[in-house]
């Protein structure tokens, strides 16, 4: 079992940047695949990166191609995920997950950190 805490989200500007983390307990997170989630009000939480366990494979959204990045450092038991060039869409609470193996939908992950408020002013 592994416990996930994210941290760093906050209120920025449009254009601005800020970086997740997420840091979880235990000493097997070098073997979950882990994921970033998203979740706007009255909308799915909906898989923004995700990464595996060595960190040599790496995934994302459409929508955040070429201005988030994830990667982890196993070592420190913690993932990030950071991100460039905010818009208002990307205003929502964002999750970090861990999995066996890298899924796209959220329902293949089998734990969850509290999630972390993003808001993006225009």
């Known amino acids: 079992q592994v416990q996930l805490v994210e941290s760093g989200g906050g209120l920025v500007q449009a254009g601005g940047s800020l970086r997740l983390s997420c840091a979880a307990s235990?000493?097997?997170?070098?073997?979950?695949?882990m994921g970033w989630f998203r979740q706007a009000p009255g909308k799915e939480r909906d898989r923004v990166a995700a990464?595996?366990?060595?960190?040599?494979?790496?995934f994302y959204a459409d929508s955040v191609k070429g201005r988030f990045t994830i990667s982890r450092d196993n070592a420190k038991n913690t993932v990030y995920l950071q991100m460039n060039s905010l818009k208002p869409e990307d205003t929502a609470v964002y999750y970090c997950?861990?999995?066996?193996?890298?899924?796209?939908?959220?329902?293949?992950?089998?734990?969850w950190g509290q999630g972390t408020q993003v808001t993006v002013s225009s």
């Open positions: 997950a861990a999995s066996f193996r890298v899924y796209t939908d959220y329902r293949g992950y089998n734990y």
């Open positions: 235990g000493r097997t997170f070098s073997r979950y695949a």
């Open positions: 990464i595996s366990q060595s960190g040599g494979s790496t």
